[in-house]
T-cell receptor, first 113, second 113 residues
Framework: SQTIHQWPATLVQPVGSPLSLECTVEGTSNPNLYWYRQAAGRGLQLLFYSVGIGQISSEVPQNLSASRPQDRQFILSSKKLLLSDSGFYLC????????????FGNGTRLTVT | AQSVSQHNHHVILSEAASLELGCNYSYGGTVNLFWYVQYPGQHLQLLLKYFSGDPLVKGIKGFEAEFIKSKFSFNLRKPSVQWSDTAEYFCAVNAGDFNKFYFGSGTKLNVKP
């Protein structure tokens, strides 16, 4: 069966420091991969998605970037964190075939101090 | 970008009460519709989905949703809620670019025992 791993679960970083959140999927190949940010009362905001290695689509201009160095690995990064980057970040995948739904990881709670 | 509206932000019900959560989307073409649930401390899980065919779809745990194309709606229902249904519920849509999934702001359901 397929599983999705996201780490770390929580992270506290100072303003101006770099960020790297990692997400990996097991048990499938060539998945679509997604990064969302969840804010209380505001639902899930799509940040990035990828349909293949090296293919990144950005939804919202921001201080973050994403990379997909391997088929089942998706990384969310920042060179210099801002206070406004604090939030709950979710990685998700789907098979990219037909109408397959998203499957979510457990999320990373990022606090920028 | 597509938009998804969930007008009920916080719903409080007693056990055995009936539930209906509203979801409206803005897209005139073919859509795929989803309801996700997030139980306290857990990751987002798929509750049900609609792609085509019978507009009344049934999901897990006794939930169902009805797609009404003319109203751009996909409301979630359950005839009799239980305390264990306490969670946050998210409506999602993908349309046009079917690689993108857009979520509503969520509805927090609190079921009193």
């Amino acid at each position: 069966s397929q599983t999705i791993h996201q780490w770390p679960a929580t992270l506290v970083q100072p303003v101006g420091s770099p960020l790297s959140l990692e997400c990996t999927v097991e048990g499938t190949s060539n998945p679509n991969l997604y990064w969302y940010r969840q804010a209380a009362g505001r639902g899930l905001q799509l940040l990035f998605y990828s349909v293949g290695i090296g293919q990144i689509s950005s939804e919202v201009p921001q201080n973050l970037s994403a990379s997909r160095p391997q088929d089942r690995q998706f990384i969310l990064s920042s060179k210099k964190l801002l206070l406004s980057d604090s939030g709950f970040y979710l990685c998700a995948w789907n098979s990219g075939v037909g109408n397959s739904p998203l499957h979510f990881g457990n999320g990373t709670r990022l606090t920028v101090t | 970008a597509q938009s998804v509206s969930q007008h009920n932000h916080h719903v409080i019900l007693s056990e055995a009460a009936s539930l209906e959560l509203g979801c409206n989307y803005s897209y005139g073409g073919t859509v795929n519709l989803f309801w996700y649930v997030q139980y306290p401390g857990q990751h987002l899980q798929l509750l049900l989905k609609y792609f085509s065919g019978d507009p009344l779809v049934k999901g897990i745990k006794g939930f169902e949703a009805e797609f009404i194309k003319s109203k751009f709606s996909f409301n979630l229902r359950k005839p009799s809620v239980q305390w264990s249904d306490t969670a946050e519920y998210f409506c999602a849509v993908n349309a046009g670019d079917f690689n993108k999934f857009y979520f509503g702001s969520g509805t927090k359901l609190n079921v009193k025992p």
